[in-house]
């Protein structure tokens, strides 16, 4: 890969919360290549928003650069805006316009002129053909979203900023959601979205960069980011046991509570199993469910940070 057409070079920012200075970006350095599905990885507040709003115009931070296809954002806003296409963690849709009016205003905010059947045919390739004509307010949450996606590329950009896009979604809408992106990436778009999911990341993409407290701690793609990092397979069960009784079974490398769930991360697996079993009898504790998994991007963001992604 040799063509970014993204590069952020030591990106800070701030903004005022009451009297206190609050850090969203402590020098992000990133270049993120054409083509690309790049993900930026982190909990609420990390400073992922934040960074987009940069991407997009809307922030001038404090210093450091900015170039979006060669453009420098902060110079030439308007040039770099025409390039972009962008969904908002919560898009505001106006509720008495008809889904093919939406596009076709979105679309003509970058002076791009799109007919009605130009409209329908859009949102077809997003299964809303038969919400075409129906205002945005009358749309279900998951039609809202994909409606929200097809306004993000009705100008035709050459990169799409996606913030959160399966936020509170259920289960089988993110996937439709994520079929949706995969497309705008077979199409020679690049994407470039938010999201604290690891299943989410690992799923669409090439690329991750882990952020935390607005730093950039990591970024490689999914499977070299759980290969380089010391973490081994993890042992979830639903049972409560003293975890100062669980680190010192066999293979146990650390344990921690996620909620309910006691999570045992292991370079033994079967035998830190069989010990489990063992302690919940001792203690007369019952072994709700229980799995054996793969590290995952989660994994790695506990390792490097010391938190957790939710």
């Known amino acids: 890969m040799s063509d970014p057409i993204i590069h952020l070079t030591d990106l800070h920012a701030a903004y005022q919360r009451g009297r206190e200075r609050v850090v969203a970006l402590d020098g992000v350095s990133l270049t993120i290549e054409r083509g690309e599905i790049f993900g930026l990885l982190g ?30 954002v902060l110079t030439n806003p308007q040039a770099a805006k025409a390039r972009l296409g962008v969904q908002l963690q919560r898009s505001a849709l106006l509720d008495d316009l008809t889904a093919v009016e939406l596009v076709r205003l979105y679309a003509a905010l970058y002076d791009v002129r799109l007919g009605r059947a130009d409209a329908e045919r859009l949102l077809a390739a997003f299964d809303l053909s038969a919400e075409a004509h129906a205002y945005a307010r009358r749309l279900s ?36 959601v994520w079929e949706m992106i995969r497309r705008f990436h077979s ?6 979205l938010t999201t604290h999911a690891m299943e989410e990341a690992e799923a669409l993409c090439s690329r991750v960069a882990i952020i935390h407290h607005g730093r950039i701690v990591a970024c490689d793609t999914p ?10 397979p993890v042992v979830k069960a639903l049972l409560d046991l003293p ?29 830190t199993l ?10 007369h504790r019952p072994v709700g469910e229980i799995a054996i998994r793969p590290p995952n991007l989660e994994d790695v ?9 939710s």
């Open 223 to 232: 499977a070299a980011l759980i290969g380089r990092i010391d973490v081994q």
């Open 274 to 283: 069989a010990a489990l079993h063992t302690l919940a009898a001792e203690h």
């Open 243 to 271: 975890l100062d009784r669980v680190a010192p079974l066999p293979g146990v490398r650390a344990a921690r509570y996620t909620g309910a769930h006691l999570e045992v991360e292991t370079a033994d697996p079967q035998a």
């Open 141 to 176: 949450g998951g039609q809202q979203q994909r409606l929200a996606l097809a306004l993000a590329v009705a100008n035709d950009p050459q990169v799409v900023l996606l913030d959160e896009p399966t936020s509170a979604l259920d289960p089988g809408a993110r996937r439709v």
């Open 187 to 192: 199409d020679g778009r690049t994407i470039l």
């Open 301 to 309: 963001f506990l390792k490097l940070t010391g938190h957790s992604l």
């Open 43 to 72: 909990p609420n507040g990390a400073g992922k928003t934040t960074l987009l709003s940069i991407l997009e115009g809307l922030l001038r931070p404090e210093r450091g650069a900015a170039v979006l296809d060669g453009i420098d």
